[in-house]
Each structure stands twice: as structure tokens, then as C-alpha cells.
């Protein structure tokens, strides 16, 4: 089955139904459990790297409280959201999983760490920074920079979020965009709500601008990804998670922002079967 016509599953969690997907179940002993980026539903991972990921992983996404087709109400803070998703994959019956965090996915899964390290046997963290990172707290003026650019050109938002703002960036773009929208409706999750967009923007600004984390509580394997003009949560934080968490891998793939891992979606799933097989 291809992630591009994988429906929503629900379960309920503290009284709320919940929306998850999985893909490649019992391709591997741990589910690989990931969390989106802002302002983002289940339909905005690249069918592609899930596809491609789950022809040896078990791979779990879900949306969080507030978000998409899941019930309740988007916490307010960055620790509020990851005590959201463990309560949610303690539910679906894990102990433990690896984990994987995209842009503010990985700031929550930062935080899952903190609050329940033994659940997280291996972490990936990619296009994200640590607490009070570079220009985290900065993140609200430049989504809404790129989106007022993004309308006045009638593209999507993700083009100039995700992608280099060259030619090439169009092009890269326009390849995942094109593979996201072939999704049917009857396949779909439910619309982000602008509610709950702006309370997840609030959460991330807090977040930022809270004291600089030294990162010493992660200690599990670590892989650390980006692309080497991430103008969205800045390269350089993903040198410093490297630098500070201690044994950490770092992938930079060259030409790319923030969308690395989709834009080199047959490159990132082998680096993520090569880590997890360590």
C-alpha cells in the first residue's frame, strides 16, 4: 500500500479521537514514530519518503490533539504538545520506539526525550534547533513573510518555507508539491485550522525564547539532518545540536533548505536505514 492512499485511523486518547496512519507494519521490531512540521496534517509528508521509508520500517504519524482530524485542543507549548504525543503512543500500545522530529516535530520530540527518555531508543532530528536556538523565536515574522510572498506569486506557502528561493528551489518544490496533491479527497485528512496554526506558532516563539538547552538529557543515538541553507530554523542550530548532544550523526545535504529530507527523499531513507541498523 503506498501513503498516498493510506486513510486515517483514529483511536481515542483522554476522551479525544485521535487521527494516525501506519505503513510497513512489522517491517521492523520498533515502530519509527514522526512528527510534522508546523502548521501541518497527516497529508503533508511526501508520500514518497514515506513510501520509500516503510519498505523496511514500521512507520507510525499521527496528528496531535487540535490538528487535522484529531479531536481537542492544540496545547500551548512545545512540552505540552510532546506530553500529548507520549500519552498517544502509550495508547497504541508502545514502550518503546525510535523517533523522528521535523521542524517543530523535532522540537516536540526534544521534549518527549526530556519527559519519558526510556520510551526513545533512537532519534532523528531534522530541519529543527534546540530550545532558545538561532532565530527560533523568529519563526513567526518569517512564516508570515513567506506566505504573504507566496500569495502575491498564488504558490503554495511551502515553496518558499521548504525551498531555496532559486530556480532550483522551484524546481525541487514543485517535484514534492506535485507528489503531495495527487492525494484524492477521499483519502484526505482534515484541513489545519488557523486557530490552531497560530496557537502552535505561539508554542514555538515560547519555546525560542526560553534559556538555551545544553541537550545533555539526550542520550540515545542520534541523527541530526538538514540542508546546508535551512532559512527557516537556520543551519548552524543543527551544528549545535551535533556539537552538544554527545555521539550525534550529522547529515548536511548541499542545495537544500528546509525540506531536505523530502527533496532527497531516496538519499535521506537510506541514511535513516543505515542509522537505525547501527
Do not use: C
Not at 520509500?52 to 485542543?73: C, F, N, R, T, Y
Not at 551535533?242 to 525540506?259: P, T, W
Request: glycine share 8%.
Amino acid at each position: 500500500m503506498s501513503y498516498i492512499t493510506t486513510k486515517n485511523e483514529y483511536i481515542m486518547v483522554s476522551g479525544n479521537r485521535i487521527a494516525y496512519r501506519e505503513l510497513g507494519k512489522g517491517k521492523s521490531a520498533l515502530p519509527l514514530v514522526m512528527l510534522i512540521h508546523l502548521a501541518a496534517t497527516l497529508d503533508n509528508w511526501d508520500p514518497k519518503l514515506l513510501d520509500l521509508l516503510s519498505e523496511k520500517q514500521h512507520i507510525i504519524v499521527l496528528d496531535l490533539p487540535g490538528v487535522g482530524a484529531s479531536e481537542g485542543k492544540v496545547a500551548g507549548t512545545i512540552p505540552g504538545m510532546a506530553e500529548q504525543a507520549i500519552t498517544i503512543i502509550q495508547e497504541l500500545g508502545y514502550e518503546k520506539i525510535n523517533l523522528l522530529g521535523l521542524s517543530m516535530g523535532g522540537m516536540i520530540a526534544q521534549e518527549i526525550v526530556r519527559l519519558n527518555n526510556e520510551l526513545v531508543n533512537q532519534l532523528i532530528l531534522a530541519g529543527t534547533a534546540s530550545r532558545g536556538g538561532k532565530e527560533v523565536d523568529k519563526v513567526t515574522g518569517k512564516t508570515f513573510r513567506y506566505m504573504l510572498k507566496a500569495s502575491l506569486e498564488r504558490v503554495d506557502p511551502k515553496r518558499y518555507i521548504f525551498y531555496n528561493h532559486d530556480e532550483q528551489g522551484k524546481l525541487e518544490a514543485e517535484k514534492v508539491l506535485n507528489r503531495m496533491n495527487i492525494r484524492q479527497d477521499s483519502y484526505a485528512d482534515k484541513a489545519m485550522k488557523v486557530s490552531a496554526f497560530l496557537t502552535q506558532l505561539k508554542a514555538i516563539k515560547r519555546w525560542g525564547k526560553s534559556q538555551s538547552d545544553d541537550l545533555r538529557f539526550i542520550t540515545q543515538p542520534t541523527l541530526i539532518v538538514n540542508g546546508d541553507n535551512d532559512m527557516q530554523v537556520p543551519t548552524e542550530n543543527s551544528y549545535d545540536m551535533h556539537e552538544k548532544i554527545s555521539g550525534s550523526q550529522l547529515i548536511i545535504y548541499s542545495n537544500a533548505g528546509h525540506g531536505s529530507i523530502f527533496q532527497n527523499a531516496d538519499t535521506f531513507s537510506k541514511d535513516v536505514f543505515t542509522f537505525l541498523e547501527v
